[in-house]
């Protein structure tokens, strides 16, 4: 198959090392042909290294708007002043057209598209590696492995996230030799999710542990946490437990002492122990950088304003209108003393703001001091430790075991300074339960969690139509000025699945 592999696209991304951030440097040609290409080891690891690519502008452009914005966690700032912005807007208000089980909606589109792409480049990897020989040694046994692991985890990651968000989708196992090929009829959750499950089981036996991988790709243990995260969704506890165990247990990850050092500052501090898996970013004019601060920080700000907050040399103004702002839900959902409140969330008074409360909160988190304006590199946590803690406790108390899961719990209230939960003996299970949920909000805040606890544990209904009715009750409570209000059709769409992308509907005729 003469399949055509650009190589902006082998180049885009090499992940980091703890230690030594260490990028691809490719001799540029036109175009080069799978038969041409894929012939040694060095081949392999620059495409392993492209599957990646996409990662990047998935957590910069298009994640938060879907699975954190898209919940009662945060919301946008409205600002009259700005033009149309259906798309993020829609999202925030739960209002996203559907005609047809199609939406036009482009962050939808972007997301679609993202890990497609993911898919085909690991199809790619995965159909010819097995026809090139590395080596006889361990060494080289041990390289193709972990490629293939790589690509096998990825691939899965992909098709997991279009069953979370989608519900059904094509899927491909193989390379799309042509147009025709792309038309798959649409596999639906269950399938998707026996693809994930597969996938993972190749990628645990295939990849090393943590301590033995380049820091920021995928290891034994990312494998495990995305098999139990389905599990989880699937409610098959015991199966999720033993595999969060494992993670406990092989001494690979703990808790950050200091909450805040469990997040990637822009040039260091990346792929640390608490890190199970994070999406690369480095800052500077390479063009690996992200930019996730200046599309959450609420605007118009000034240069001045902004500087407390990004620590550039060149700060510069912002108007427009932003999205991600942590909402008074949010907040109020941190206990009295909790730590992880002052260091996830900061607040900032905006001069030339419409409303009468000047005054906005913003994702503090992930405001870290960085060089140049617009330009970012700290990580972007996908799994951390504390989540396999939280995990663990939920598997365990849904199964009834209550007083196990009751310490893996407080493991992480106590580093966020909170008082013990109730205590074993005496704590009921739904009690626990209440309480690991609430535990997630706070300890994930601003992860792009939010959304899909509510969806799993089939709280949608229950929250959002509350958090719905006090957007529109109280607008200006909700970053409104003055006398504007929620669009009409406001918390209309309730859909736990978003509609396809109408746009990739003129190429299959099963949408």
Known sequence: MKTKILLASLIGLSVTSCN????????PQTALSSATFFTKEADFQQAVNAIYVPLRPMYNEAAWALEEMHSDNTYYARNVLFGAVDNTQNLADFAILNAGGLTANTIVLNMYRLNYQIIARANQVLALIDNVSFGTDQKSTDSKNNLKGQAYFLRGFAYFKLAQLFGKAPLHLTPVADR???????????????????????????????????????????????????????????????????????????????????????????????????????????????????????????????????????????????????????????????????????????????????????????????????????????????????????????????????PFLNQVRSRAGLAAAAAAAAASQAGIREAIFKERRVELAFENKRWYDLVRTGRVNEIITAYGARIKANPQDYYFPSGAVPPPNAFTNLEVYYPLPAVEAALTPNF
């Open 20 to 27: 030594n951030d260490t990028f691809l440097t490719v001799v």
């Open 180 to 406: 025709e090929g792309a038309a798959k009829p649409l596999a639906q959750a269950a399938e998707l999710q026996g693809q994930v499950e597969k996938d993972m089981q190749e990628a645990i036996k295939l990849l090393p542990l943590k301590k033995d991988q380049e820091g920021g790709r995928a290891t034994s243990g990312t494998a495990r946490m995305l098999l139990a995260n389905l599990y989880m969704v699937q409610k098959k506890w015991p199966q999720a437990e033993t595999l969060l165990r494992e993670i406990v247990t092989s001494g690979e990850y703990s808790l950050m002492a200091d909450y805040n050092d469990a997040f990637s500052t822009t040039t260091g501090n990346k792929n640390n122990r608490e890190s199970v898996f994070e999406v690369q970013y480095i800052e500077g004019a390479a063009g690996l950088n992200g930019n996730q601060i200046y599309r959450f920080i609420p605007t118009p700000i000034t240069a001045d304003e902004l500087r407390p907050i990004t620590g550039t040399s060149n700060p510069q103004a912002i108007s427009g209108e932003n999205n991600n702002v942590p909402t008074p839900d949010m907040i109020a959902a941190y206990e009295p003393g909790d730590k992880r409140k002052d260091i996830s969330i900061g607040s900032v008074t905006l001069s030339q703001s419409l409303r009468a409360n000047k005054t906005y909160p913003y994702i503090k988190k992930y405001a870290r001091p960085h060089a140049q304006h617009n330009n970012t590199g700290q990580n972007w946590p996908v799994y951390r430790y504390a989540e396999v803690l939280l995990f663990l406790a939920e598997a365990l108390n849904e199964q009834g075991k209550t007083v196990e899961a009751v």
